[in-house]
Structure formats: structure tokens, C-alpha cells
């Protein structure tokens, strides 16, 4: 019994961990527009974003309970503690390293990746819940398609709205349109990314039979909220340079097309319960409104590293929460 209390606080440590890490990694995305047009000083922008993060996070749990139980069984898996915590290592090693080189690359994929890879490790592929995790890949491989072709849809028409419109005064009035963009844009992000760690302390109550139900306790909600906000008030400033300015060079009017393309989207996947990776998303949708924009202006180069790193982030996580599983099986 004494092991499995300290796991559970090993796994609550480490999931609010994941939570604050997320909050710098994956946040900067959200205000990344905003920031580099100026519609938003950095610390304006960071603390805007650190409030609209927790209230979202406070206001729904569907995506949580389905971390819970769609990717594997909590009532049922075999050594779930040293599963989930192999697996929080993982995922929070592989958002370290991509953020040290300013890669936006995706916590969704490596945090269900890294499940898993434990899970497999621990009691073979048998132990997926095919069927849920089939619908979570389909959700994070479908939604940044979503969010280029509405992100080239919505800015296509904005170019028609405004053609000819003064330039320096419709620069301005977006700006203030990105203020709150940024702040939508923030709100959803904490509506689906927090709800990832809830889903994973969730998971762990249940594998050692401290709650019987997937209902996400208040506790669990309140510190994951609060801990993505203090994670963006850290700022990821990183990626918030290749967002929002190696991707192409954003305008306000690029800016709001992206906002309002990756929040619809986002928010859209929370209301359904289902978890996206809200990096793939925003980056789409800047790809998307730069192609309507002009194809040229997008810089490929920076695409395609970022292509890569989506596409490579879910193996690599599993690979390496399979390793630390059998490295902490040892020791547990």
C-alpha cells in the first residue's frame, strides 16, 4: 500500500508537471499571432492568455474522461501506476527537448503516444482500447486538415470583404478584433490541453482504487487549471518566434483568420470530447490562411520541419515510455 501511495503522488507530481510544461510549450501558440503583429505586448498577451487558460480549463471535463478510459482500461490494466508514470516521463522529456529547440511540436500526440507505448510495454497491444484510440488518432490526424482548409476558407473570404479598404486603419481595427481572438483562442486551448493531465490523475485514482467512477474530482480540476496558468505566465517565447514568424509574416488580418479558424476547431473537438493537439491546429491554420494569402509567402522550410516533428512525436514518445516502463518495473 505504501508503494502505491507514493506512485499516485509521483503521477499527481508528475501530470501537474506535464500541465505547467504544456502551459509554456503548447500556450504560446495561442498568442503567438497576437504578439508578433503588436495588437498585444508579450506580458499583456502571456497574462491574458494564464486567465482565459484556467477559466476554460475549469469549464469542462469531456476530453479528460475520455484520456481516462478511451486509450486503455484503468479498471483493468495491469501495473497502471508504473504505465501512467512511465508514460508522464516520457511525454514531459519529449516536450522539454522540442522545446529547447523552439519546435512546436505536439503534448497531445506525446502524452497518448507515450500511454501507449507503457501500456503495450507492460501487457502487449492487447491492452489498447482499439477502438477509443482508433477515434482519438483519427481526431488528431483529421483536425489540422480541418483547420488549413477553414483557415484557406476564411481568410479567402476576408480578401474579398476588405479589398480595397484602407490598409493602415484595417490593420489597426484588427488588432483590437486580435485582443480578443487571442483571449478566445486562449479559453479553448485551456478547454481541451488542461483536461489531458485530469484525465491521466483520473486514470491513476482508478488504477489503484482511490475512485471507482471516470468523474473527474474537483481537486484534480482546480489543480490542473491552475497549473497550465502558471505555466503560461512562464511564457514560451521559443515557439512563439517559429509561430509567429517563421511559419510567414503575420499581419492582424492573418492573425484573426488563424484565431478564429484554430479556436472553431478546437473548441469545436472539446464539445464533442474528443483531445487535438491544439499546436497542429494553430500551425494549420496559420499554413492555411498564408496559402490564401500568398503561397510564396509561406515559409515551406519551417513547414515541413514541423511536419516531420507531428509525424515522428508519436512513435518517438511510445518508443521511449516502452523503455522507461521496463527501467521503472525494476524499481517498483
Avoid at 499554413?287 to 500568398?294: Q, T
Avoid at 522550410?301 to 522507461?324: D, F, H, K, N, Y
Wanted: charged residues 10%; contains cysteine.
Amino acid at each position: 500500500m505504501e508503494t502505491v501511495f507514493i506512485l499516485t503522488i509521483l503521477i499527481v507530481i508528475g501530470a501537474l508537471a506535464f500541465d505547467f510544461i504544456n502551459g509554456f510549450h503548447d500556450t504560446a501558440n495561442a498568442i503567438a499571432t497576437s504578439v508578433s503583429t503588436k495588437a498585444l505586448k508579450p506580458r499583456h498577451a502571456i497574462i491574458l492568455a494564464a486567465v482565459m487558460n484556467f477559466v476554460g480549463a475549469m469549464t469542462f471535463t469531456g476530453v479528460a474522461k475520455t484520456i481516462t478510459k478511451d486509450i486503455v482500461d484503468p479498471f483493468t490494466l495491469h501495473n497502471g501506476s508504473v504505465v501512467i508514470l512511465a508514460a508522464l516521463i516520457a511525454a514531459i522529456f519529449w516536450n522539454l527537448l522540442t522545446w529547447y529547440y523552439g519546435i512546436p511540436s505536439s503534448s497531445s500526440h506525446a502524452i497518448i503516444g507515450s500511454i501507449a507505448g507503457a501500456a503495450i510495454a507492460s501487457e502487449g497491444f492487447g491492452s489498447l482500447n482499439w477502438g477509443g484510440f482508433g477515434k482519438i488518432a483519427q481526431a488528431l490526424v483529421i483536425s489540422p486538415i480541418l483547420a488549413f482548409v477553414l483557415g484557406f476558407i476564411v481568410y479567402s473570404i476576408f480578401k474579398v470583404a476588405f479589398k480595397g479598404a484602407n490598409l493602415s486603419k484595417t490593420n489597426q481595427r484588427f488588432r483590437l478584433i486580435q485582443i480578443a481572438t487571442a483571449a478566445l483562442q486562449s479559453y479553448t486551448h485551456g478547454t481541451n490541453d488542461a483536461q489531458k493531465a485530469m484525465g491521466i490523475i483520473t486514470m491513476a485514482l482508478i488504477a489503484n482504487n482511490y475512485v471507482s467512477t471516470t468523474d473527474i474530482p474537483l481537486w484534480v480540476q482546480i489543480s490542473c487549471a491552475l497549473a497550465m496558468g502558471l505555466g503560461t505566465s512562464i511564457g514560451g517565447w521559443k515557439i512563439i518566434k517559429t509561430v509567429g514568424g517563421q511559419i510567414m509574416k503575420i499581419r492582424p488580418v492573418n492573425g484573426v483568420a488563424a484565431d478564429i479558424t484554430s479556436a472553431a476547431i478546437i473548441f469545436g473537438a472539446t464539445y464533442i470530447h474528443l483531445p487535438v493537439s491544439t499546436t497542429h491546429v494553430i500551425s494549420s491554420s496559420i499554413l492555411g490562411v498564408g496559402s490564401a494569402h500568398r503561397v510564396k509567402g509561406v515559409k515551406w522550410g519551417t513547414a515541413q520541419r514541423m511536419i516531420i516533428t507531428w509525424v515522428i512525436t508519436l512513435p518517438i514518445s511510445a518508443t521511449v515510455a516502452g523503455l522507461m516502463y521496463f527501467l521503472l518495473d525494476l524499481i517498483f
